[in-house]
């Protein structure tokens, strides 16, 4: 964060300081040159840790249909993307691979039904990292979410899949998501 805010600085100087001693545009380049040179110097190139808007990895996904019965070990595919930049997250598949390395933020819910028992794990690389579940539920729908913080080297693959027992009943209509963003470089 120290980077961003010294190349954001540096940006600042870059741009103000010629606009307001500049008689000439060869001078304003010369002067926008120096100071460049000056910021590389100190270091705060944004090369990691600062990202641009073309930058974000960033996915959203939704089953479309309710599921019954799902065996275990089942990968759970999230067909209805509202979001994928960076195109890290596969449909068919129901797989985020890691487009670069870092540290990414992980989130799946699902909303079950009464009488219902449902195992989610989050798995990265075919090891459970973190799971969540609803064991013979006992009201109409209860919503259980599951997070992971977890840094991807690139081409890590991260999924949701089911593990324990056969899941009982998971609903659509936007209630069951998986979504993952980048956080930070490493």
């Avoid at 060869?26 to 990691?48: H, N, Q, T």
């Avoid at 691979?97 to 989610?120: H, M, N, Q």
């Avoid at 949701?160 to 056969?166: E, L």
Wanted: with cysteine; proline share 4%; charged share 20%.
């Amino acid at each position: 964060m120290k980077m961003c805010v010294i190349a954001a600085l540096c940006m600042a100087i870059i741009v103000e300081l010629p606009l307001a001693r500049s008689s000439s545009p060869s001078e304003f380049m010369e002067s926008i040159d120096g100071y460049r040179s000056a910021c590389k110097k100190l270091g705060p190139e944004p090369k990691e840790g600062c990202s641009s808007i073309g930058d974000v990895i960033a996915f959203h996904a939704a089953i479309k249909s309710h599921l019954s019965n799902v065996p275990v070990n089942t990968t759970i595919k999230f067909e209805d993307v509202l979001l994928n930049k960076g195109n890290g997250y596969d449909p068919p598949t129901g797989v985020f691979t890691a487009p670069e390395d870092g540290v990414y933020s992980f989130k799946w819910t699902f909303i079950s039904s009464r009488k219902s028992t449902v195992y989610l794990e989050a798995v990265v690389d075919g090891a459970s990292k973190a799971k969540i579940c609803v064991n013979d539920q006992q009201s109409a729908h209860i919503n259980t979410s599951g997070h992971l913080l977890y840094e991807l080297k690139s081409g890590n693959k991260v999924w949701i899949r089911t593990f324990y027992v056969a899941a009982g009943y998971i609903h659509a209509d936007n209630y069951t998501y998986f979504s993952g963003f980048k956080i930070s470089y490493v």
